[in-house]
């Protein structure tokens, strides 16, 4: 089994199924507040684990056109003025070793984006920060390379625990797949698993100046990972994903956040007797 790791009040990895969820960046206020408070309600009345998620900065953009959030100090703030109004656990991206410190005294927990999930440097710092850490699988990187993520991160004297995020693998050109048996290799480090299923339908700088995406595979990607087994699931979610400001092709639109929650927990909670029943009568690697 894989070991537990706490965000604040959300616990990863006791076999319930958590969420971490919420607009792609920090955008305007009541955009903010329609998003956190509906996540905040419909995570409650499922019983679901709930991370609120939204960047502060979009450093790692293709285009110098693309919208990149309110920055670091302002975006800070506004992250905190919703942990403190809505009483959830917050986690943002982190891109440079200098901000680690500030943003551990906000954040519940810090985030890797792929692209940084190879800086030896950001991880270090990352996890010496005593926070937990998500790690976000590199679209350049084998699954069997998370071995080494955590080798560099579980040693330091502050690390409190990571988690192993699957994004996609980059195929071809603007193109991502997803390797189920990703999760499966990922879990084999001992620590809990989550699928991000937006980002997975991301076409990275396929839209010329801004990403494209396409959101109808998002619950299929979603249900699969959670048949699997994943510990928790990551979605990018929006009131109006046409308009918004970073990723809307791969957001999910927070007016059907309800039903594809309520069915991923349906079936989490089915697939875990269903595997706890197929593992005791077979020798398959548990996820």
């Known amino acids: 089994m894989a070991k537990v790791v706490k965000i604040g009040k959300a616990v990863v990895g006791d076999g319930q199924l958590a ?50 959030g309110e920055g670091f100090e302002r975006g800070l703030e506004t992250l905190a003025q919703l942990k403190e109004r809505y009483g959830v656990p917050v986690i943002s991206d982190v891109h440079e070793t200098g901000q680690v410190g500030p943003a551990s005294r906000i954040l519940d927990a810090i985030q890797i984006p792929a692209f940084l999930s190879r800086q030896t440097d950001l991880l270090v710092a990352a996890a010496d920060s005593g926070l937990p850490v998500n790690v976000k699988k590199g679209q350049f990187m084998a699954p069997d390379d998370l071995g080494l993520v955590v080798e560099k991160m579980a040693a330091r004297p502050g690390f409190r625990g990571l988690c192993l995020c699957e994004r996609g693998t980059t195929f071809g050109y603007h193109n991502l797949v997803v390797d189920m048996r990703s999760l499966v290799i990922a879990r ?31 619950p299929y990607l979603a249900r699969a990972a959670v048949a699997v087994g994943v510990d928790a699931v990551f979605l990018e979610i929006h009131p109006d994903p046409e308009k918004a400001l970073c990723d809307g092709p791969n957001q999910w639109p927070l007016s059907q956040a309800k039903a594809l929650l309520r069915n991923l927990r349906d079936l989490h909670r089915a697939g875990r007797r269903l595997t706890e029943d197929f593992l005791n009568e077979t020798q398959a690697p548990r996820a």
């Open 19 to 68: 969420i971490i969820a919420g607009p792609c960046v920090i955008e305007k206020p009541e955009i903010m507040r329609t998003t956190i408070e509906t996540l905040v309600d419909v995570t409650a009345e499922l019983g679901l684990p709930f991370v609120f998620k939204s960047s502060f900065d979009k450093a790692n953009r293709s285009s110098a056109k693309s919208y990149r």
């Open 188 to 218: 084999s480090f001992g620590w809990p698993v989550v699928f991000d299923a937006t980002h997975s339908v991301q076409l990275p700088s396929a839209g010329g100046t801004q990403s494209g995406g396409d959101r109808r595979f998002v």
